[in-house]
């Protein structure tokens, strides 16, 4: 009964995030800005019940749509063809270097990559699996993580803003959510 009662409770938690402004905003207007870049490949950085249909969002004609996650349970949630089971913060070790167009990192600063120092790492190992003409979204919830304009690897791996069709930064006052988009640095600059 209590594992009953414990799945009901998730499943409620995950419904009612689908429902909060920056869960809409995600599926109604970063998704689709996304999409229209015509991405090869595509990193979702954590997986949740809530996340699964975002794949569908990405014609598999155009783009590889790819997730990565700690959390071996949360795998049937991940891309039906392309699923890792791995950490953020050594994404270099499961990816070949420029590989990924686009990173999504979502909700993970404060959830699991907590310190300053590993999610610095993060971005680090993200920069090195990326193109370089990459862009990244940071989704980060103020108060459970520092900024992540302030991380070094943002500072010297990245511009923000610059993404077609988004904007520099958006917050969500109301679920206490920020998303930050970047674009990758060229080398030389």
């Known amino acids: 009964m209590q594992q009953i009662a414990r799945r009901f ?3 409620l938690r995950d419904v009612r995030i689908t429902f909060l402004p920056d869960r809409k905003y995600m599926v109604g207007t970063i998704l689709p800005a996304l999409t229209k870049l015509k991405p090869q490949r595509v990193l979702f950085v954590g997986v949740q019940r809530y996340t699964f249909k975002y794949e569908r ?34 994404a270099d070790k499961h990816f070949a270097p420029a590989f990924f167009d686009i990173v999504v990192l979502n909700g993970i ?3 699991g990559v907590n310190t300053v120092a590993d999610q610095d790492r993060a971005i680090a ?65």
């Open 125 to 189: 190992a993200i920069r090195a699996i990326s193109t370089d003409r990459s862009y990244l979204l940071v989704g980060w919830n103020p108060g459970m993580s520092e900024d992540p304009l302030s991380l070094p690897a943002i500072q010297s791996q990245y511009i923000h803003g610059q993404v077609p069709g988004l904007p520099d930064r958006i917050d969500f006052r109301v679920s206490n959510h920020t998303y930050d988009f970047f674009t990758a640095r060229h080398p030389a600059a």
């Open 109 to 111: 600063f404060g959830h």
């Open 57 to 90: 969002q990405f014609s598999p004609a155009v783009s590889e749509f790819w997730t990565i996650d700690i959390a071996s349970d949360t795998a049937e949630w991940g891309s039906t063809q392309h699923h890792v089971i791995g950490d953020i913060v050594s």
């Open 9 to 11: 409770r998730t499943w």
